[in-house]
């Protein structure tokens, strides 16, 4: 069974029988939160490593940062002091407005 099937188990379970304990859920869902976040750090840096030298200078990184970028911006992501992406507003004058 897939996390996003136990998710749905889960969300069908707390509409039909109440709510589960947060204990349980916090049980069964943060290993699942952990994995989802390893694999991410790990495809980023395969997807970054896969890039030639000019395009890693076109990004501001080095061949040997890659990682440390990367490992960087997992610890980031799990304190929690990344913004979300609803929160995240184009600079002004950016090609984005």
């Known amino acids: 069974m897939n ?18 304990p947060q204990s349980i859920l916090r049980m069964v869902l943060e290993p699942l939160r952990r994995f989802r976040a390893w694999r991410d750090r790990r495809l980023a840096v395969r997807d970054l490593e896969r890039l030639n ?6 990004i501001g ?3 040997g940062q890659i990682r440390f970028v ?4 997992g610890r980031r992501a799990e304190a929690g002091q ?16």
């Open 3 to 20: 996390g996003q099937a136990i998710s749905q188990t889960i969300a069908r379970h707390t509409k039909t029988k109440g709510a589960l």
């Open 53 to 58: 030298d000019h395009l890693l200078a076109d």
């Open 61 to 63: 990184l080095d061949r």
């Open 70 to 73: 990367i490992d960087g911006l």
């Open 82 to 97: 990344t913004r979300s992406r609803q929160a995240e507003k184009p600079l002004p004058g950016s090609r984005f407005n």
